[in-house]
């Protein structure tokens, strides 16, 4: 694993994109972080600051992850790619002793379990979260907090349309939380999610029903809905700009390098 040096240098994977851009006008613009790679599979050869809207940094995209990663020697590599990228881009990283913090949701479970086994055995710290706004995360703990009082509940999460995976990563994870509140969580495995004919969504643990919407113009909102006798208890949290991820990430890029396990979950970093 690379020595913890006083400029983090930083590494984004799916820097051509939505995320990826906001994470290089972040690290580009971070005291004590350094962008020291881009990797995409689009705009290749292309000045990532001047995709970002920053001016030229001097670092181009390119789609050789493993290339990048040695000639640049990163401490971490974010990567806001793609539900089927995430994980082989996450061992590349590890198995080059490179800290992944990882923003990309829909992942398989049991490569998540798999990258954990990998980054406790390669002592490569990892943080994994699915919402690094921390209007979200407290979302989910207040949730948590209602599940003991209010055995129904519905969640409806709603993004722009080219989100790639429903129901989002936030809605899974706060219906794993009130399920396991509640008590009748069974197991963290995709099986425990039914997609539902006709509507976008799904059906996790304990009958906790997710409606996904997805439509232009939105960012990434979610509602969570308890009912209980002549009253209804509604939680709502609304990321109306991309900024409101960056502390988050941030965060996570600097409690990363003290790491040498998987942490999945920003609230398992800010609220010990
Ligand atoms: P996007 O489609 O705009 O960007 C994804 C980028 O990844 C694209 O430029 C694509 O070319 C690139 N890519 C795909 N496969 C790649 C690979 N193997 N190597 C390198 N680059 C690759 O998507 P987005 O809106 O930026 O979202 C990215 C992910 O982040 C999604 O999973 C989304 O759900 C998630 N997200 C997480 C948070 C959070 O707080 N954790 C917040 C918003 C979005």
Redesign the pocket.
């Known amino acids: 694993m690379k020595g913890v040096s006083t400029i983090i240098r930083v590494v984004v994977?799916?820097?051509?994109?939505?995320?990826?851009s906001e994470v290089v006008r972040t690290v580009s613009r971070e005291d004590g972080m350094e962008l020291v790679g881009a990797?995409?599979?689009?705009n290749l050869g292309v000045d990532v600051g001047v995709l970002a809207g920053v001016g030229p940094l001097g670092v181009m995209v390119s789609?050789d992850?493993e290339g990048v990663l040695v000639s640049t020697q990163p401490d971490v590599m974010v990567d806001?790619?793609?539900?089927t990228?995430?994980a082989?881009?996450a061992r590349t990283a590890l198995r080059a002793g490179v800290r992944p913090v990882i923003?990309?949701?829909?992942m398989d479970p049991n490569d998540l379990a798999d990258l954990g086994r990998l980054s406790a055995e390669l002592r490569v710290g990892t943080v994994v979260?699915?919402?690094?706004?921390i209007g979200a995360v407290l979302m989910m703990k207040f949730a948590e907090m209602a599940a003991k009082f209010f055995p129904a509940v519905e969640i409806i999460e709603l993004h722009?349309d080219?989100?790639?995976?429903a129901p989002?990563?936030t809605a899974l994870r706060t219906a794993e939380k009130i399920s396991l509140a509640r008590g009748d969580y069974r197991q963290n495995t995709r099986s425990a999610v039914a997609t539902l004919e006709g509507v976008r969504g799904g059906c996790y643990d304990g009958g906790i029903r997710i409606h996904s919407v997805r439509l232009p113009g939105l960012v990434?909102h979610q509602e969570v809905i308890f009912g209980g006798l002549g009253q209804t208890l509604t939680l709502r949290h609304d990321?109306i700009s991309?900024e409101s991820?960056m502390h988050?990430v941030v965060l996570a890029i600097h409690r990363v390098m003290g790491l040498e396990e998987m942490v999945v979950g920003l609230e398992n970093l800010i609220f010990e």
């Not at 994977?13 to 990826?20: I, L, N, P, T």
């Not at 806001?80 to 539900?83: A, E, G, N, Q, R």
């Not at 080219?162 to 995976?165: G, V, Y």
Request: aromatic letters at 6%.
């Open positions: 994977c799916g820097a051509a994109g939505r995320m990826g990797v995409d599979r689009h789609d992850l806001f790619t793609t539900p990228s995430v082989a881009n923003g990309t949701t829909g979260a699915p919402n690094f706004a722009h080219q989100k790639l995976d989002s990563g990434a990321s991309r991820f988050g």
